[in-house]
């Protein structure tokens, strides 16, 4: 036997089977300030029922209005050893596109303290963006001021499958289990005794859900089992869906999902559904398999078509409630291999308007990227793909890498859109050879654009405002509700014409804040020449380059609460003939004004020195976890050149793509807008309160000053 620790966010539900082990102890409060509730635990596992982590059910709140978790240490059974290859990186080393075994743990830091990223840096690895080793990728600085180093542990015995939540997870073919986690990309919980149960049982087959795997660690979110095995010899049954499609390590399966509502229709053209893992029709609590009757309107092609009810799904598990029909699969051999065989049309001096929609970028560097990029794209139904060649700045420096990025459009609708593309002075130039530009799918291949929940991660909407005139600062004010935190959110609400700042969430309860400014085109560097206490200063790429101040997730400035208002101050200040110096920084009620930091941008254009524009914020789901989020934006000021400050009253707020889990409207005060995004598709009654939803979405509002 050994022991783990293992966390549960405040509202995550344990199922009847209990936790992943014997309970040892058990603390509850928000990481820092924490209460015994070791034998209230061992009750409720004593019970047989689900219950939730909540003031509730501990009978106290030990930390008023802070984000709480449950901190569960446990007795489990022993893990196998396998035999492992240590690579290591050091800090802004870029990680390859694979590697050769899959990742079983992953340590950040030097000799004198090393911390566990496993997640962040399987995260980074399965990322679009830069696969650069650095303080913000992997979450946190062990070791501030000091060099460090990430180690990677993988196995190449060792396979890797993922199972999206309500898909069939087959026992035969896990000859040895190595591991197995249950959540979302930022926040999954270790199930290895629950999944080792089910692997030694008798049964072919187990459905990875949280009542099968002991708890519901992200309450609302689509949830994947990631399983660590390895598997049986050559001749034994074996698993399709364990086949490799994307490169994690070893390579995880791709499983799509598709969700819709009662009275909607699930169409799937010929070429998609391989074969069906798992479904479930009905809502919360009630749920049914309706596997049987979905099979049988499956065609031998691929094609799947059914409109979501209770006769065409064989009974009504919820009455008078709406509900959905949740659908996973393995995709078409045919799709496959059309991917690899098929005629590609590429357009070399074209691009695409604005408003086709991108999704599931990545890397575009080598042969095996390009391969890689036709088959995801006809796996997830795009009729083509934009293939970039990445850019250098003034510098010599790499600005952004090459990159891949998916056009949820036909093929004809991308022809429509095709214009020549702008000329790019600072072109990279790193993947000639691959044809940069657009590439459609093959004309035989049928698109499939509707949207999945958990396939892509949850939109990103903005809002803008609007002052006129000219204007030296700027005051914004923001509040997250408490429904509105998830994991892995950037609530950015001090964004400018070069730089943004904003506070963020990451996994375990860790939060930060930020600032950054972009370097001019024409000028030197940007500098940092001041910051608070706990701030780290640090050059940026992949996203244009710049300087930033990330502060230590560790440190009690850094915390903020849910449902507490908070303001960001901007000031814009010239600084000789050449440059101005943008100063951040926070009011807190609970401490008062906090300075972030000072950054100072050479710029030769003599118009720009002291100057703000393009005022705003987003919310960003940086980790992928496709989670509900949500914030309210406003008030906002403006301070004029004679020191007045004045309400802002117009913004704008808008999302670019056409995913049915974002909303935006003004709040009941009239002062405030809200953005919502991610999560399943957004029920016509919730779309009612704001913006409605399921389509690109760009409002104009008029706020109370």
């Given at each position: 036997?050994?022991?783990?620790t293992v966390e549960l966010p405040e509202w995550a539900w344990v199922g009847p089977a209990g936790p992943n082990g014997a309970v040892v102890r058990a603390e509850y409060g928000d990481g820092t300030t924490m209460v015994d509730v070791v034998s209230i635990v061992g009750a409720m596992i004593g019970k047989g029922?689900?219950?939730?982590?909540?003031?509730?059910?501990?009978?106290?709140?030990?930390?008023?209005?802070?984000?709480?978790?449950?901190?569960?240490?446990?007795?489990?059974?022993?893990?196998?050893?396998?035999?492992?290859?240590?690579?290591?990186?050091?800090?802004?080393?870029?990680?390859?596109?694979?590697?050769?075994?899959?990742?079983?743990?992953?340590?950040?830091?030097?000799?004198?303290?090393?911390?566990?990223?496993?997640?962040?840096?399987?995260?980074?690895?399965?990322?679009?963006?830069?696969?650069?080793?650095?303080?913000?990728?992997?979450?946190?600085?062990?070791?501030?001021?000091?060099?460090?180093?990430?180690?990677?542990?993988?196995?190449?015995?060792?396979?890797?499958?993922?199972?999206?939540?309500?898909?069939?997870?087959?026992?035969?073919?896990?000859?040895?289990?190595?591991?197995?986690?249950?959540?979302?990309?930022?926040?999954?919980?270790?199930?290895?005794?629950?999944?080792?149960?089910?692997?030694?049982?008798?049964?072919?087959?187990?459905?990875?859900?949280?009542?099968?795997?002991?708890?519901?660690?992200?309450?609302?979110?689509?949830?994947?089992?990631?399983?660590?095995?390895?598997?049986?010899?050559?001749?034994?049954?074996?698993?399709?869906?364990?086949?490799?499609?994307?490169?994690?390590?070893?390579?995880?399966?791709?499983?799509?999902?598709?969700?819709?509502?009662?009275?909607?229709?699930?169409?799937?053209?010929?070429?998609?559904?391989?074969?069906?893992?798992?479904?479930?029709?009905?809502?919360?609590?009630?749920?049914?398999?309706?596997?049987?009757?979905?099979?049988?309107?499956?065609?031998?092609?691929?094609?799947?078509?059914?409109?979501?009810?209770?006769?065409?799904?064989g009974g009504d598990p919820a009455p008078g409630v709406p509900k959905s029909l949740r659908v996973s699969y393995t995709i078409h051999e045919s799709r496959r291999k059309l991917a690899d065989e098929g005629e590609w049309e590429i357009h070399t001096a074209q691009d695409v308007s604005g408003d086709v929609e991108?999704?599931?970028?990545?890397?575009?560097?080598?042969?095996?990227?390009?391969?890689?990029?036709?088959?995801?794209?006809?796996?997830?139904?795009?009729?083509?793909?934009?293939?970039?060649?990445?850019?250098?700045?003034?510098?010599?420096?790499?600005?952004?890498?090459?990159?891949?990025?998916?056009?949820?459009?036909?093929?004809?609708?991308?022809?429509?859109?095709?214009?020549?593309?702008?000329?790019?002075?600072?072109?990279?130039?790193?993947?000639?050879?691959?044809?940069?530009?657009?590439?459609?799918?093959?004309?035989?291949?049928?698109?499939?654009?509707?949207?999945?929940?958990?396939?892509?991660?949850?939109?990103?909407?903005?809002?803008?405002?609007?002052?006129?005139?000219?204007?030296?600062?700027?005051?914004?004010?923001?509040?997250?509700?408490?429904?509105?935190?998830?994991?892995?959110?950037?609530?950015?609400?001090?964004?400018?014409?070069?730089?943004?700042?904003?506070?963020?969430?990451?996994?375990?309860?860790?939060?930060?804040?930020?600032?950054?400014?972009?370097?001019?085109?024409?000028?030197?560097?940007?500098?940092?020449?001041?910051?608070?206490?706990?701030?780290?200063?640090?050059?940026?790429?992949?996203?244009?380059?710049?300087?930033?101040?990330?502060?230590?997730?560790?440190?009690?400035?850094?915390?903020?609460?849910?449902?507490?208002?908070?303001?960001?101050?901007?000031?814009?200040?010239?600084?000789?003939?050449?440059?101005?110096?943008?100063?951040?920084?926070?009011?807190?009620?609970?401490?008062?004004?906090?300075?972030?930091?000072?950054?100072?941008?050479?710029?030769?254009?003599?118009?720009?020195?002291?100057?703000?524009?393009?005022?705003?914020?987003?919310?960003?789901?940086?980790?992928?976890?496709?989670?509900?989020?949500?914030?309210?934006?406003?008030?906002?000021?403006?301070?004029?050149?004679?020191?007045?400050?004045?309400?802002?009253?117009?913004?704008?707020?808008?999302?670019?793509?056409?995913?049915?889990?974002?909303?935006?409207?003004?709040?009941?005060?009239?002062?405030?807008?809200?953005?919502?995004?991610?999560?399943?598709?957004?029920?016509?009654?919730?779309?009612?309160?704001?913006?409605?939803?399921?389509?690109?979405?760009?409002?104009?509002?008029?706020?109370?000053?």
């Open positions: 036997m050994e022991e783990q029922a689900s219950w939730q982590v909540s003031n509730d059910t501990f009978g106290c709140d030990p930390c008023p209005g802070a984000a709480k978790l449950l901190r569960l240490r446990l007795r489990c059974e022993k893990r196998p050893k396998v035999e492992t290859e240590t690579l290591e990186f050091k800090e802004w080393d870029s990680l390859p596109g694979t590697l050769a075994g899959t990742l079983l743990a992953a340590t950040y830091g030097n000799e004198t303290r090393r911390v566990d990223v496993t997640a962040a840096a399987e995260a980074l690895l399965r990322g679009a963006g830069p696969r650069q080793v650095t303080n913000d990728a992997l979450g946190c600085d062990p070791c501030p001021g000091a060099s460090k180093v990430l180690r990677l542990d993988i196995s190449a015995a060792v396979q890797c499958a993922e199972f999206t939540e309500w898909s069939d997870v087959p026992c035969s073919h896990i000859a040895q289990l190595v591991d197995a986690r249950w959540g979302t990309a930022e926040r999954s919980v270790d199930v290895f005794a629950h999944v080792m149960r089910h692997v030694s049982g008798d049964a072919a087959s187990f459905q990875a859900s949280n009542e099968s795997l002991g708890c519901d660690p992200v309450p609302g979110a689509q949830k994947i089992l990631r399983v660590k095995y390895i598997g049986k010899a050559v001749g034994q049954s074996s698993c399709s869906a364990c086949a490799p499609e994307r490169p994690i390590g070893g390579g995880c399966s791709l499983i799509v999902m598709v969700e819709a509502w009662e009275g909607e229709r699930i169409s799937l053209p010929p070429g998609s559904v391989g074969a069906i893992t798992g479904c479930s029709y009905g809502v919360g609590a009630s749920w049914v398999d309706p596997r049987g009757f979905l099979e049988a309107r499956l065609e031998a092609d691929g094609a799947l078509d059914v409109l979501v009810s209770n006769d065409a799904l991108f999704c599931m970028s990545g890397p575009a560097k080598t042969e095996e990227d390009l391969a890689h990029a036709r088959r995801r794209c006809l796996l997830l139904g795009c009729g083509g793909f934009r293939l970039t060649t990445g850019t250098v700045n003034q510098f010599g420096e790499e600005d952004g890498p090459p990159g891949c990025e998916q056009l949820r459009f036909t093929q004809d609708l991308i022809r429509a859109s095709l214009r020549p593309r702008a000329a790019q002075p600072h072109d990279s130039k790193q993947n000639a050879a691959l044809r940069p530009g657009i590439h459609i799918a093959p004309k035989q291949f049928q698109t499939d654009t509707v949207w999945r929940p958990g396939n892509d991660a949850a939109p990103a909407p903005w809002i803008g405002f609007r002052p006129s005139g000219r204007f030296c600062a700027v005051a914004t004010q923001m509040c997250v509700p408490p429904e509105g935190v998830a994991e892995s959110t950037y609530y950015m609400f001090g964004g400018f014409q070069c730089g943004y700042g904003g506070i963020q969430q990451f996994s375990e309860g860790k939060q930060t804040i930020t600032f950054s400014v972009w370097n001019a085109p024409q000028g030197d560097k940007a500098q940092t020449v001041g910051a608070g206490p706990g701030a780290t200063a640090s050059h940026f790429g992949g996203e244009g380059m710049g300087v930033g101040v990330t502060y230590d997730p560790s440190g009690e400035h850094v915390k903020w609460t849910a449902g507490t208002t908070y303001t960001w101050l901007l000031r814009a200040t010239p600084d000789g003939e050449d440059a101005t110096v943008f100063t951040a920084h926070i009011f807190k009620p609970e401490q008062g004004w906090q300075f972030i930091a000072s950054h100072r941008r050479p710029d030769p254009l003599a118009k720009q020195q002291g100057k703000l524009e393009a005022l705003g914020g987003f919310l960003e789901d940086a980790g992928h976890t496709s989670q509900r989020r949500a914030a309210e934006y406003g008030p906002c000021w403006v301070q004029r050149a004679d020191s007045s400050w004045e309400a802002v009253t117009q913004c704008e707020a808008g999302d670019g793509c056409s995913r049915p889990n974002k909303a935006a409207g003004v709040t009941e005060d009239g002062r405030r807008v809200r953005l919502t995004a991610g999560g399943s598709a957004m029920p016509p009654s919730e779309g009612a309160i704001f913006t409605p939803s399921g389509f690109k979405i760009h409002g104009r509002f008029s706020l109370k000053p």
